[in-house]
């Protein structure tokens, strides 16, 4: 049974910075595209950072570029999302995910992640999320 399972989540002051991880059990990440969402009160879902850990390649939302750092440890079986500059609008829960189509997935598409808006790509599976609250 593939289980995901983030943490790290928390409340910073704006221009602070917090590292999410999402450990994932029962499905090796060593070669596939996990990405990370996120949904404030009120709004739909968005993409915010994918990765394709067998190459290492990264996407991001033009919103967190620069921000925000995607990153794998396969020998942890962990994807992890280092958020600096912290802004009150990236208050959200955060949600990561898993598309075992890795390199033919949309959330590893350059396509998806130029112009993602509130697309939210087909994801195998999903972790329950983990709640981020930045106050000004």
């Known amino acids: 049974q593939v289980q995901l399972v983030e943490s790290g989540g928390g409340s910073v002051e704006a221009g602070g910075s917090l590292r999410l991880s999402c450990v994932v059990s029962g499905y090796n990440v060593s070669s596939t595209c996990m990405a990370w969402f996120r949904q404030s009160q009120g709004k739909e879902r968005e993409g915010v950072a994918s990765?394709?850990?067998?190459?290492?390649?990264?996407y991001y939302a033009d919103s967190v570029k620069g921000r925000f750092t995607i990153s794998q440890d396969n020998t942890e079986n962990t994807v992890y999302l280092q958020m600096n500059d912290l802004k009150p609008e990236d208050t959200a829960m955060y949600y990561c995910a898993v598309d075992q189509r890795g390199l033919w997935a949309t959330a590893c598409s350059d396509e998806y992640w130029a112009s993602p808006g509130t697309r939210i790509p087909g994801m195998h599976y999903w972790g329950k999320g983990t709640l981020v609250t930045i106050s000004s």
């Open positions: 990765i394709y850990t067998g190459t290492g390649n990264t």
